[in-house]
């Protein structure tokens, strides 16, 4: 089975949405998306023979990249491909001379942090209420996560 990464581009955003809307409960709007390509931000999208099963959104700036908006599709969750995609951006960043990579991640979604800690990413602080929940009523924290690239 052979995987390719490939830059996102604006062509992309339509298939990109639908894994995008398929992943958040809260979802970027297309308008979101199409602003993240370019300049300061880039992101790649991973490649299984024809099908694209995920993709990543970062930004960098003053030595410093954000993780802004990893998916994998919900039928391709759980094999490994989240791991692909992390890894091709922090190897990114790196390209990019960034020494430091921040993310935010809901406190409820451990999965999601199991990957970051498995990367080295470490809790730096936390922001109450900063996501809407799931449910519509009410916000859950999200915990904020970095990593010193070497």
């Known amino acids: 089975m052979s995987f390719t990464f490939e830059p996102v581009s604006h062509a992309d955003v339509s298939h990109l949405m639908a894994i995008e809307n398929a992943c958040h409960s809260h979802p970027w709007t297309e308008k979101t998306f199409s602003s993240c390509i370019g300049g300061r931000y880039f992101g790649f999208y991973l490649k299984i023979e024809d099908d694209i099963v995920g993709f990543y959104i970062g930004e960098h700036v003053a030595g410093e990249a954000t993780l802004m908006d990893i998916c994998v599709a ?75 690239l070497s």
Do not use: W
Request: with cysteine; net charge positive.
């Open 74 to 148: 919900p039928e391709h969750q759980g094999k490994g491909y989240g791991n692909k995609l992390l890894s091709h951006f922090i190897n990114q960043s790196k390209k990019l001379n960034n020494n430091k990579v921040f993310l935010e991640v809901r406190a409820k979604n451990i999965s999601a942090q199991m990957l970051y800690m498995n990367h080295g990413f470490c809790e730096i602080s936390r922001r109450t209420g900063y996501y809407p929940s799931a449910s519509g009523f009410g916000y859950e924290d999200a915990i904020v996560m970095s990593l010193v």
